[in-house]
Structure formats: structure tokens, C-alpha cells
């Protein structure tokens, strides 16, 4: 079955610096990498995804890239504020089955 | 639109008891799933449910059992809770045959003693 890894488990940055974190996919027929952000005692959201037929999806600060080849997706912030203090799961699943399997998560502290 | 709900919010068990975790959502998604979070161990895939009528294992269904009672409803069991299923649970919902979100209900907190 599937199995996702994610690095760094945790990440501190200043205010306005950018945060990457990486994630990496067993199943090469995965072809749906989500990402969620959970906000403490509150239950994940989704913040961005991507498909496999997208190498690169941006949505204002966040960006998400795909390699398909190497198995790994990656997301990017720029430009962090401490609203972006949280957790952030990845994830990755197949459109012909109905679930997908999440990372252990990266907690991410932005220091004002 | 309430999303999706789940009852109850906090519940403590002696080891060996049974309870049911319910989860309703009024999005008519035809897909559901049960996760149960730990620290470190980001959410791990219980149970879910492709659609009604049809449930299916996950990452770690060993000690739980699951219901699809209809379209909007999905419980999960524990027959003899155990100590180690101490963790929060959450139910999520999701539109199937395009991967569209998942969207989580408020979770459960579980203590079991």
C-alpha cells in the first residue's frame, strides 16, 4: 500500500521568510497529493492539491510542486505570517480508489 | 449546512467497554472515512466508505468496526476499548470519483483508562 513520508517534522522560521516542506509517495499510481493545514484544536482544512497532469500549482503565498519521476510533492510558503503557525499534512491517494494516506505531519512555528 | 458533525466531543472509557462514535454530514457526499489521530503519527486511515453500503479497511482497522447506515451516516464501534486506543477520531466526507476534498468533522476526543 501507500506510504508517505514528510520532512521536516519540525520547522521554525522568521516572519517573512519562506518554509518549504517535502514529502515523498511510494505508490507510483497515486495521482492526487492534497495538502492540509490543522490550526491547534482545530480539525485539518484544505489548503491546496494537485494532480498528476500539473507540475506546479500556486494559489497566492502557497505553491505546490510534483515530481512525478522522484515520487515526491512539495509545498512552498513565501512571504510567512504567524497565521501560518500550524500543522501541515500532506497526502496522497488514486482517483480509482476512494482514500488516500497522509504524512506524520510538519509543525511549523513562525517567529513575528 | 452544519458540514459534517460528530458526537460526542470528549468521552473517557474503562478498558473493555464498548461505544459507537457517530458521524453525520449534510453534503450529500457519497464518500466517508474514519481517521484517528496521535502525536507524531499524523492521521491514519481507520475505515472508509466509497459509498453507501459499501465500507472497506484502512491503515489500522484492527479493534473497530463500521456502519454506513445511509448516505449521511457513518458510525464507528469499539467493542473493547483498549488503552491504547486512546487518540482523537475524526470523520470526514468527500465528494468520490474526482478526489475532491475531504472535509472533517470537529473530532472526538477518546481517553480510555
Known amino acids: 500500500g501507500e506510504n508517505v513520508e514528510q520532512h521536516p517534522s519540525t520547522l521554525s522560521v522568521q516572519e517573512g521568510d519562506s518554509a518549504v516542506i517535502k514529502c515523498t509517495y511510494s505508490d507510483s499510481a497515486s495521482n492526487y497529493f492534497p495538502w492540509y493545514k490543522q490550526e491547534l484544536g482545530k480539525r485539518p482544512q484544505l489548503i491546496i492539491d494537485?494532480?498528476?497532469?500539473?507540475g506546479e500549482k500556486k494559489d497566492q503565498r502557497i505553491a505546490v510542486t510534483l515530481n512525478k519521476t522522484a515520487k515526491h510533492f512539495s509545498l512552498h510558503i513565501t512571504e510567512t505570517q504567524p497565521e501560518d503557525s500550524a500543522v501541515y499534512f500532506c497526502?496522497?491517494?488514486?482517483?480509482?480508489?476512494?482514500?488516500?494516506?497522509f504524512g506524520p505531519g510538519t509543525s511549523l512555528s513562525v517567529i513575528p | 449546512n452544519a458540514g459534517v458533525t460528530q458526537t460526542p466531543k470528549f468521552q473517557v472509557l474503562k478498558t473493555g467497554q464498548s461505544m459507537t462514535l457517530q458521524c453525520a454530514q449534510d453534503?450529500?457526499?457519497?464518500?466517508m472515512y474514519w481517521y484517528r489521530q496521535d502525536p507524531g503519527m499524523g492521521l491514519r486511515l481507520i475505515y472508509y466508505s466509497a459509498s453507501e453500503g459499501t465500507t472497506d479497511k484502512g491503515e489500522v482497522p484492527n479493534g473497530y468496526n463500521v456502519s454506513r447506515l445511509n448516505k449521511r451516516e457513518f458510525s464507528l464501534r469499539l467493542e473493547s476499548a483498549a488503552p491504547s486506543q486512546t487518540s482523537v477520531y475524526f470523520c470526514a466526507s468527500a465528494e468520490s470519483g474526482r478526489q475532491e476534498t475531504q472535509y472533517f468533522g470537529p473530532g472526538t476526543r477518546l481517553l480510555v483508562l
Open positions: 494537485i494532480r498528476s497532469n500539473v
Open positions: 453534503m450529500n457526499h457519497n464518500s
Open positions: 497526502a496522497a491517494g488514486k482517483t480509482s480508489y476512494d482514500k488516500v494516506i
